[in-house]
């Protein structure tokens, strides 16, 4: 089984950046990605990056965060920059064994605790 741990959060004002950090341990799995979740609503992809480099991103952080992996270092990282108060959510990353395009929630198998961002004005 994979094991993850993210690391990275903290506060920020708005304009700011942050960058986030997935160690992974356990196996190699194609898929990982970030998700995030606010109190109350669905938890929702983020950016995810395949085997071979390929990133997915959902459309309100295109041009503005940008994942990548490090496979020395077994490492999912997610630079963000020009963060807004809206960004502000508990994020998450996870491993599949495929990328849905689409950064839905099903093959996702294995999840990490989470680090809070927040966002103020």
């Known amino acids: 089984q994979v094991q993850l741990a993210e690391s990275g959060g903290g506060s920020v004002q708005a304009g700011g950046s942050l960058r986030l950090s997935c160690v992974v341990s356990?196996?190699?799995?194609?898929?990982m990605a970030w998700f995030r979740q606010t109190p109350g609503k669905e938890r929702e992809g983020v950016a995810s990056?395949?085997?071979?480099?390929?990133?997915t991103y959902a459309d309100s952080v295109k041009g503005r965060f940008t994942a990548s992996k490090d496979n020395t270092k077994n490492t999912l990282y997610l630079q963000m920059n020009s963060l807004q108060p809206e960004d502000t959510a508990k994020y998450y990353c996870?491993?599949?064994?495929?990328?849905?395009?689409?950064?839905?929630?099903?093959?996702?198998?294995?999840w990490g605790q989470g680090t809070q961002v927040t966002v103020s004005s």
């Open positions: 996870a491993a599949a064994t495929w990328c849905p395009v689409d950064l839905r929630l099903n093959p996702f198998h294995d």
């Open positions: 356990g196996y190699s799995t194609h898929c």
């Open positions: 990056v395949d085997s071979d480099g390929t990133t």
